[in-house]
């Protein structure tokens, strides 16, 4: 079943159901051992390091899995300034990232200026970086525009394909539609672009994850994000279980099977939920890594969930702690923009 997955790189509703389901530890292991074969077949056993910079938990969205939404008044809310974030992507330089990922809620106070004028400055400062925009939904021409300005990936989590199950996560001023238009709209433009969406979410079941990987397969993003969801103490879905890290790990696998030349991180949300998260999510196919950049002081206000790791280190102690944390399980962090091969 493994290989028939691997030859067709598509996987059926009952395939999906067995590998998401099984004891079965030997067909685990093989699962496994095949993404891991796959992944470094094309990439080696290298892992990409991006640097994540959190630079705005203001938001206007209000996703009930988000402990940054809106509604959440107990949310201790920031913003860093143009010179903060480019202090940022500098330290980061000069440890070694060569692709920044700016992420933030969606905030009004950047408008298309204000990003287009951030993205410019960090291209010219640094001509060999890659520069990756997760800051939601916009329009073809704000995309457009950041792109002109210097952004060349972006990042947008579609968070579930299935419609019924987009509504059980956002308000109703939220569509499914608008998400996924985004995502085409931004691979229409050029930008290298990553969907995704988080493993154990209220209301996920095989069908909706089935159409999330169909939808992978039809979008051929160059990068797909998924991590466990974890619940924020403060959302209407504080009291929901979360995410496995075991489901997470076997989704990789699957994700690795059917779309082999993929860039997929092992996520800060796995290593949440686990001391080894990370170093598993590589052994189990994924292939980059986003060690936190942001200024220690708004580390812990960027509050997606519960109890996130690593909110009180220092830029270069997250870069040489998942350095090590890499070469312990055999792994080389590369210095690179780390592109989709
Ligand atoms: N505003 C941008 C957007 O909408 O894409 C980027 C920021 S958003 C907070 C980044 C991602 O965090 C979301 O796509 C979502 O999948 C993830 N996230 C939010 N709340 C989470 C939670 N409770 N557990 C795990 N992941 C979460």
Request: proline residues 4%.
């Amino acid at each position: 079943m493994i290989q028939e997955i691997k030859c067709r790189r598509d996987i059926s509703i009952e395939q999906l159901e067995y590998l998401l389901t099984t004891e079965n530890k030997d067909c685990l292991e093989m699962l496994r051992e095949e993404a891991v074969q796959t992944a470094q077949k094309i990439y080696g056993n290298q892992v990409f390091i991006r640097g994540l910079i959190e630079f705005t938990n203001y938001c206007k969205n209000d996703c009930y899995y988000c402990g940054i939404r809106r509604s959440n008044h107990c949310a201790d809310r920031y913003r860093l300034t143009k010179e903060e974030i480019l202090s940022c992507t500098d330290t980061g330089y000069k440890l070694g990232f060569r692709t920044f990922v700016l992420q933030g809620g969606e905030d009004p106070y950047f408008t298309d200026e204000r990003i287009c004028e951030l993205v410019s400055e960090i291209r010219q400062k640094h001509p060999d970086c890659a520069i990756t925009l997760s800051i939601g939904e916009k329009s073809k021409e704000s995309y457009q525009r950041y792109f002109d300005a210097g952004a060349d990936r972006y990042l947008l989590r579609h968070e579930t394909a299935n419609g019924t199950h987009y509504r059980r996560l956002h308000p109703d001023e939220l569509s499914l539609e608008h998400r996924k238009q985004c995502l085409w709209d931004l691979k229409e433009i050029g930008y290298q672009v990553g969907c995704g969406f988080m493993v154990g979410s209220p209301g996920q079941t095989t069908e909706t994850l089935y159409e999330d990987l169909q939808f992978i397969r039809k979008l051929m993003p160059h990068m797909v994000g998924i991590g466990p969801f974890i619940p924020q103490k403060d959302t209407p879905f504080a009291r929901e279980p979360a995410g496995t890290m075991e489901q997470t790990l076997r989704l990789l696998s699957i994700i690795r099977l059917i779309h082999p030349h993929v860039l997929l991180p092992a996520t800060t949300a796995l290593g949440t939920i686990h001391p080894k998260g990370r170093e598993l999510g590589i052994q189990s196919g994924a292939n980059v890594v986003m060690p936190n950049l942001s200024p220690v002081d708004v580390r812990d206000k960027y509050k997606l969930y519960d109890n996130k790791i690593c909110t009180g280190d220092e830029a270069a102690e997250c870069r040489f702690c998942m350095e090590n944390r890499m070469k312990s399980i055999g792994y080389q962090v590369v210095v690179s923009r780390g592109d989709y091969i």
